[in-house]
C-alpha cells in the first residue's frame, strides 16, 4: 500500500501562485508513476500532470503546460506541483495518486492510478 498526503492549497487571485506537495509513505513509489489530478463541482475528475519517478520524465495536459511543473524530491518521498498564473478555471480540489511500481507508463486516465491522496482545494479568484 502506498498512502499520499497533500497539502499547500488555499485561496489565491489570478495570476498568483501555489505549490502543491504530496507526502508519500508506505511502500516505495521509485518505480512507480506519481500523478496529480482535479475535480470541480459537477465535473469529472481530470489528469494535471505526471511524473515518472525514476527517470523524472514528466507529462501534462495541455492546458497547464508551461503553467504548472510537476517535480519530486527522492529524498523526501514527495512530490510537488508547482502552480503559476492561476486562473479562475484552475479552481478545483487537486489529488496525488500513484500507480502500482512496476507500471511505468505516463498515462493521464484516473483509472490507471491505483491509489489516491484526500485532496486539497484550490480557489483562483478575479
Known amino acids: 500500500q502506498v498512502q499520499l498526503v497533500e497539502s499547500g492549497g488555499g485561496l489565491v487571485q489570478a495570476g498568483g501562485s501555489l505549490r502543491l506537495s504530496c507526502a508519500t509513505s508506505?511502500?516505495?513509489?521509485?518505480?512507480?508513476?506519481l500523478g496529480w489530478f482535479r475535480q470541480a463541482p459537477g465535473k469529472e475528475r481530470e489528469f494535471v500532470a505526471a511524473?515518472?519517478?525514476?527517470?523524472?520524465?514528466?507529462y501534462y495536459t495541455e492546458s497547464v503546460e508551461g503553467r504548472f511543473t510537476i517535480s519530486r524530491d527522492n529524498a523526501k518521498n514527495t512530490v510537488y506541483l508547482q502552480m503559476n498564473s492561476l486562473k479562475p478555471e484552475d479552481t478545483a480540489v487537486y489529488y496525488c495518486?500513484?500507480?502500482?511500481?512496476?507500471?511505468?507508463?505516463?498515462?493521464?486516465?484516473?483509472?490507471?492510478?491505483?491509489?489516491w491522496g484526500q485532496g486539497t482545494q484550490v480557489t483562483v479568484s478575479s
Open positions: 495518486a500513484a500507480r502500482r511500481e512496476g507500471f511505468t507508463g505516463l498515462t493521464s486516465s484516473p483509472n490507471d492510478y491505483d491509489y
Open positions: 508506505g511502500r516505495t513509489v521509485s518505480g512507480s508513476i
Open positions: 511524473v515518472r519517478w525514476n527517470d523524472d520524465m514528466t
